[in-house]
């Protein structure tokens, strides 16, 4: 039989398991809403401790709050960055709009756990380490440290990973060509090094829009209090919490110029989530064609062979499928679904306050997170293997009508197109099609006709 303690709030009495140290704000959240699976990201829980341990010590240098609770606050705030109370924040994302049942976890943890780190009841979860603050402005201001953070510290590093494994890729197949291929059909050579150039070019530009549209993210709500003009904070509490943010976390945070729009609106979300639903569509288009260009054995395109990681098929012996690429483009999907959530939950921005604010970080974070996982996972079981099958890009780059695009400058567009048509309808090639119809001399045709360089890439001179 489970034993409970009693906690009281402004509303009254209430159990709250005796084992718990959250409090009667968390317990009541807790009861009253029984919906879905999805737990508050444990990513938010670790920003309200950079935030609670950062407003804790502009409190002190401000004098509001003294050594020793400002110390426990501390102490346990890292608990909570050590993975320590994790436990303690049972509940799920969809609460109040304001994130403030979330706050108050937090608060009343912080507060349990430091009486009790204390030997005396130190800590107020309100009067202390709520000081100076309101939910309506430590949920955004929770909201920006998670985004950034998990962005850079998470999200990056598996970029850089792929864009190296792409890079040496790119090196490595630099003088294999191909045929190139446009509207799905066949078009002028290209290098095999130059295809995968692309895919990573569209990384690494994802990338640098990602961390453009952080830097407005990197505005803290935190001072605005309730509505945006900073009742009950001290003067000068909202540039030394920002300060101690991100003395604490590393990054450059600075308070908001404009807390009425820091409360109400989340704009910088969702610009910052459009970029990485732009890296979305990049890797969508580069999983689709890598799985197209590893399509067979036998009966696809064939022209690179990717990792066989595991069987494909449940009545198909030794099918095996390009299960990383489908991965990857789930996620994507899931990221273009989580992107118009966003974009829906910042126009309910009414009044002086949004109160979509759980789910929309809620999103953002799922997005970092499988983005993240995803790249990682496609780049050491799939990207990192592909091995070109160059007898197969040979035999397509000499099969190619387009080809023909090279005797333009000799024979004229039209004669050219007459050229391809006739090696098409007889099942001829090229130069087969070009002496039979009189435009060029068996030699001239080789002297021309050289497929290998039509694959330099030209550069105009910048003057």
């Not at 209430?14 to 699976?37: C, D, L, M």
């Not at 003009?229 to 991100?246: D, V």
């Not at 450059?252 to 979305?280: M, P, Q, R």
């Amino acid at each position: 039989m489970t034993n409970f303690r009693l906690e009281h709030d402004s509303m009254g009495e209430i159990k709250v398991p005796a084992s718990a140290y959250w409090g009667a704000q968390t317990q009541r959240s807790f009861e009253n809403f029984k919906i879905g699976t999805e737990k508050m990201p444990t990513e938010i829980i670790r920003a309200f401790a950079y935030l609670k341990q950062g407003a804790a010590i502009a409190n002190f240098r401000l004098g509001k709050l003294d050594e020793k609770r400002c110390k426990v606050i501390e102490t346990v705030c890292k608990e909570i960055l050590d993975g320590k109370l994790y436990d303690q924040f049972p509940l799920v994302v969809w609460q109040t709009g304001s994130g403030t049942q979330s706050n108050m976890n937090v608060n009343e943890v912080i507060a349990n756990r430091g009486n009790e780190l204390a030997g005396e009841k130190l800590l107020h979860p309100n009067d202390h380490v709520n000081m100076s603050q309101s939910s309506n402005d430590t949920f955004p201001t929770a909201m920006h440290i998670s985004a950034v953070l998990e962005t850079k510290q998470r999200l990056f590093p598996a970029l850089d990973q792929m864009m190296q494994t792409m890079e040496t890729l790119e090196n490595k197949y630099a003088n294999i060509v191909k045929t190139g291929r446009t509207h799905l059909q066949d078009a002028t050579p290209i290098t095999f090094g130059q295809e995968i150039s692309g895919w990573r070019s569209m990384l690494q530009k994802s990338k640098k829009m990602i961390a453009t549209a952080l830097e407005d993210v990197m505005e803290l709500a935190l001072g605005g209090t309730a509505v945006g003009t900073g009742l009950n904070a001290p003067l000068g509490f909202a540039e030394e919490a920002a300060k101690a943010i991100s003395e604490l976390t590393g990054e450059k945070f600075f308070t908001a110029n404009n807390k009425f729009h820091a409360l109400t609106a989340k704009d910088e979300i969702v610009f910052a989530h459009g970029a990485l639903k732009a890296l979305a569509a990049d890797l969508m288009k580069i999983a689709n064609d890598i799985r197209w260009l590893a399509s067979g054995p036998r009966c696809g395109l064939g022209e690179i062979q990717i990792p066989e990681n595991e069987p494909g098929s449940s009545i198909m012996p030794g099918k095996v499928n390009p299960t990383q690429c489908e991965a990857v483009t789930m996620v994507a999907v899931q990221v273009m679904g989580n992107d118009t959530t966003i974009g829906i939950c910042a126009s309910q921005g009414n009044f002086e306050l949004n109160v979509f604010m759980p789910v929309c970080i809620y999103n953002y974070l799922q997005s970092v997170r499988l983005l993240s996982d995803c790249i990682q996972s496609f780049c050491i079981h799939c990207v990192a293997g592909i091995v070109p099958n160059q007898e197969k890009m040979q035999e397509n780059l000499h099969q190619s009508l387009m080809l023909v695009t090279a005797l333009n400058p000799y024979i004229g567009y039209e004669n050219a197109a007459k050229t391809a048509k006739l090696a098409y309808q007889e099942d001829i090639s090229l130069k087969e099609a070009c002496i039979k119809l009189g435009f060029l001399t068996e030699e001239k045709f080789d002297a021309v006709f050289h497929p290998e360089e039509m694959v330099a890439q030209r550069k105009e001179v910048t003057k």
